[in-house]
């Protein structure tokens, strides 16, 4: 059965009020029960600038922007000019006709010219033609006006009754005018009467850090990781959560560690550059077994890179984060949902083993924007902070310290210590990011020590056969029998999942997946025995290098058949995957690399 979905391209140049069309569609396409993804690729520029927001809905869930588009509304002559030519059959293109000269367009696509000054009439409110045409494109899709009323009044409701009269007024006369002027589509999405929430991947993050109990967040602004930092300073007070924007991410990151020492659960966010500043700090906070939760949110690089484009390029940035060995977990969530429940897992994870836990998200996840079941937020997830003592949650609040002294490095089989919160009667801590004994006490004290220095450091390293043993492996989506696996890992599971589907339906090649989440440590042996029983694999990345597919070798001696890379600054559609299966099963080429064609 076929996909019933239809994606809509809005264009123009910075301040254009590109956002506003979008927002409002998403509510209305929300408001009738449907599944939304969206994607806006924009320009590290504050004015100027061609930006392309795609917002696909769809009756089944959606994860990714897909490969048409069914509806085309430019809003300057660039646009027009770069996008009329992927407007297919069937497709339409509304447009100011006073100003856009259309071109050429593909067989079957019905343009659609306004009269926007004459529809304007008298009004003066800015970015009239976007009104317009979304008014004409609801008709043609079917949807009664009193909706898009509705959803006007809201969205200019703080702006006063005039304003909202006017802008109603507008899209009426869109509407109307689509009615007498227009083919409408033949087949309307329906109205499910589900509900669902519409949210951003960075919202998402931040919500499951409050969800997790994090009390303290602190930030400096790094695009694409600052709307962590924008929903927690605006929920912070109504949430009992101290907010810190800082001077520079070197101070962010010990700001963060300091916040988790006391006990607190304590996280920040930035992207790779930001990333980079950090490292020397989280090799503290492993030295000195302090757990924190640090989200590096990719973006182009190297350097500034691309500010506004992602990319899968700092794996091996955060795997060889700080010098030396040292406990760690990494993890890359990989939906817009997965990020919130990433985030409480994740805490579970580096409370019990008192260690750093890295998020590797990337912009296409948390700029992102897509619908979720509400019951999939948890906010009272299951908490284990391990074993603190003279933490009341624990219930051991009076617990005496032991004979012969707190020993907070303790020597043991799991590798994690005894950890009371500083302040705790009877518990001194003796902590820095020296070597150490198991008291504290540095080892260069007395002399370079390296029997304990050897205990010490196997010690802290143990912990990582714990955290495998309590984190799901990852599962094969797809028949077992494929005749390829298509191996990802984070975001690109919605996208190679959609390919999946093409492959079978277009193509008559049965695909499934295999997508990592967990990162470090990594169930190598599971990987390893999934895979041998594939025949054809494919590993799928957003970076020049394959540093997935590196890493994998790396632990496991695993070499697929084929990989399929894009570094261009845009995510994958599903026909790229399609195309580089298909040359890779005809032995044309074992490297795939397609490029974004919608922005060029």
Known sequence: MSRIDFAVGIGGAAGQGI???????????????????????????????????????SVDRVGSMGDKIDALIPLNQDTMNRHLKHLHAGGVCLYDGDKINPGPPNE????????????????????????????????????????FEDILARQFAKKGDAVVAENIGVARAGYDYATGHFTAF????????????????????????????????????MSPSTGVLHWMARNARKLGIMVRQVEDEIGVINMAIGAAHTGCRAMCATSG???????????????????????????????TGVPTKTEQGDLWQVMGAGQGDYPRVIVAPTSIPDCFHTITELFNLVDKFQCPGIVLTDLLLSEGRASVEP????????????????????????????????????????????????????????????????????????????????????????KMHGMLALINPPKLFGPVNASVTLIGWGSTEGVIREACEKLAGEEAIVANNLQIKWLVPLH???????????????????????????YLRSETSFVPTGHIRKYDGEPFMPHHIVDGVKQILARTTNLYVPVHEYIV
């Open 19 to 57: 956002a506003t069309p979008g927002d409002i569609l998403a509510r209305i396409f929300v408001r009738r029960g449907l599944h939304l993804n969206a994607y806006n690729a924009y320009q590290s520029i504050i004015r100027g600038g061609h930006i392309f927001l795609i917002l696909r809905a």
């Open 108 to 147: 079957g696509a019905q343009m659609c010219p306004l009269p926007v000054r004459e529809l304007a009439g008298a009004s003066k409110i800015p970015n009239a033609q976007n009104t317009i045409a979304l008014g004409a494109l609801l008709q043609m899709l079917g949807i009664d006006f009193q909706l």
């Open 186 to 221: 033949p087949n309307s999405l329906p109205d499910t009467g589900k509900r669902y929430a519409f949210v951003e991947g960075n919202q998402v993050l931040a919500m499951g850090g409050a969800a997790a109990g994090v009390k303290f967040y602190c930030a400096y602004p």
């Open 273 to 303: 550059g930001g990333f980079a500043l950090m490292t020397e700090a989280l090799g503290a906070a492993a030295m000195m077994e302090i757990p924190v939760v640090c989200i590096d949110v990719q973006r182009a690089g190297p350097a």
């Open 375 to 462: 019951s999939e937020f948890n906010f009272n997830p299951p908490i284990d902070r391990g074993e603190i003592i003279g933490w009341r949650g624990n219930g051991d609040g009076d617990t005496p310290p032991p004979e012969g002294g707190y020993k907070r490095f303790k020597i043991t089989d799991s590798g994690v210590s005894p950890r009371a919160l500083p302040g705790t009667p009877g518990y001194v801590h003796v902590v820095a990011t020296d070597e150490h004994e198991e008291d504290g006490v540095l080892i260069s004290d007395e002399f370079t020590h390296p029997h304990k220095r050897q205990a010490m450091h196997e010690k802290r390293m143990r």
């Open 524 to 550: 190598a042996d599971h990987i390893l025995s999934v895979l041998s029983n594939s025949q054809t694999t494919i590993i799928v990345e957003n970076n020049y290098s394959g540093q997935f597919a590196r």
